[in-house]
């Protein structure tokens, strides 16, 4: 199987130990909303003016839930000739790895993989 060109790929591997992470990154990248709710939303947001068309980018998401399943989905891309473009990966996933090792992990079967890392721990209450 001939693998996909780097400037086409829009896979993207998500690898984050809390279903509800998946869901917003798939309500982002893989959204339903029709043009004129993104309009809206664009003109809300930014001011923008009114356009004819709205282009949106679709994404082909795949979800892990800690960094061993992660390396296992990323090397099974590999191995079928559909490699990921670019993983997102959580920083604190007990009880496995992290995101540090997940990364390393990751970029010894696939060293341009270029990856997120991303965390919504906070040391500080939404009070603070």
Known sequence: MAEINNRDNRRILIVDDTRAIHDD?????????????LEGLSQALFGDEPSTTVTR?????????????????LIAAKEAGRPFAVA??????????????TTLELWKVAPDLQIVICTAYSDYSWDD
Not at 25 to 35: M, P, V, W
Not at 57 to 73: D, P
Not at 88 to 101: A, I, K, L, T
């Open 88 to 101: 997102f990966v959580d920083m604190r996933m007990p009880p496995g790895w992290d995101g540090v090792e």
């Open 25 to 37: 990154f798939r309500k982002i990248l893989c959204g339903e909303e029709t043009n004129d709710e």
């Open 57 to 73: 980018t679709r994404f082909e998401l795949e979800s892990a839930y800690q960094g061993q399943e992660g390396l296992q989905k």
